[in-house]
């Protein structure tokens, strides 16, 4: 199993910014593409974002699309997401993942193929 630590969650206050980080501490040989998913109190775990790791391609759901970016530094082993214009809507756990089995456009956002995972980071966004 390759490790996934997660840092950089935090409150911050609506409007405000924060910055994820996802470092990878072992081998990512195997890994296609590293995204990011959150779970609030009482709902299911949703897709935030995702990104390609050798080509770099990003994707977004509407609800944070414009909002958030996401990117990695494959020297560093390292994915980030940079969270933009912060509702208190956003507060939720976030997760780092990986998969090796990612290859059309709908596996991204499929939490069933990841098949590594972080132990989340806190967000709070307060009004």
């Known amino acids: 199993q390759v490790p996934l630590v997660e840092s950089g969650g935090g409150e911050v206050q609506a409007g405000g910014s924060l910055r994820l980080s996802c470092a990878v501490s072992?081998?990512?040989?195997?890994?296609?593409?590293m995204g990011w998913f959150r779970q609030a109190p009482g709902k299911e775990r949703e897709f935030v974002s995702a990104?390609?790791?050798?080509?770099?391609?990003?994707y977004y759901p509407d609800t944070v699309k414009g909002r958030f970016t996401i990117s990695r530094d494959n020297a560093k082993n390292t994915m980030y997401l940079q969270m933009g214009s912060l509702k208190p809507e956003d507060t939720a756990v976030y997760y780092c993942?990986?998969?090796?089995?990612?290859?059309?456009?709908?596996?991204?956002?499929?939490?069933?193929?990841?098949?590594?995972w972080g132990q989340g980071t806190q967000v709070t966004v307060s009004s």
């Open positions: 990104v390609s790791w050798s080509g770099g391609s990003t």
């Open positions: 072992g081998s990512i040989f195997s890994i296609i593409a």
């Open positions: 993942a990986a998969g090796s089995r990612v290859f059309w456009r709908s596996h991204y956002t499929d939490r069933g193929r990841y098949d590594y």
